[in-house]
């Protein structure tokens, strides 16, 4: 137990002086982390640092809350959808995200509001339509104008020969 601080002294000077004698005695001496840079030292200081730091020791650092979490999923399954391969797997992907989306409207948790409705699925099948066209369009185009380009190869290379022979 420390001693208790004598009545004519700061607690300043007190404390400084308990720090001067543990030093005398070498406490400091190999302590972890000893002439390494303090971490987050440039850093902007945050009012939830703690919370921040707990959160992180616990490997909680990635919750969110659910809203967010789901306005998130439903950006990334929409721009997915565009990509997918078939109809029916942007069918696939949209349906739970629907479900999730319905669940949210019913029983709001408490925080900010989702701000998106259902998805109109059909709507979201004719934009994939759309651009699942334009993709076949353009990759038919590229290759049909690689075949017109060797197969003006081959005749130019057909009429060489006649004209060598």
């Known amino acids: 137990m420390t001693e208790r601080k004598p009545a004519g002294l700061s607690f300043e000077s ?3 002086g308990q ?3 543990a030093e005398g005695r070498g406490e400091f001496d190999g302590l972890p982390g000893a002439g390494k840079p303090l971490p987050d030292a440039g850093r902007p200081l ?9 959160l992180a020791s616990e490997g909680l650092v990635a919750m969110i809350h659910p809203t967010l979490s789901l306005r998130r999923e439903i950006e990334d399954v929409m721009e997915a959808a565009l990509k997918a391969p078939s109809e029916r797997s942007v069918r696939r992907m949209l349906e739970p995200v629907n479900e999730k989306i319905a669940a949210n409207l019913r029983f709001p ?4 509001a989702l701000g998106y409705r259902p998805i109109d699925i ?3 099948v004719a934009r994939w339509r759309e651009a ?3 993709r076949v369009e353009r990759s038919q185009r590229v290759v049909g104008e690689s075949r017109d380009k060797a197969s003006g190869r081959r005749w130019r290379l057909f009429f060489r020969r006649r004209r060598r022979g």
């Open 109 to 112: 948790p408490p925080g900010p």
């Open 132 to 134: 699942h066209s334009a």
């Open 122 to 124: 059909d709507e979201v």
């Open 14 to 16: 007190w404390i400084d």
């Open 19 to 21: 720090i001067r004698e």
């Open 46 to 54: 945050d009012d939830n640092w703690w919370i921040k730091q707990k």
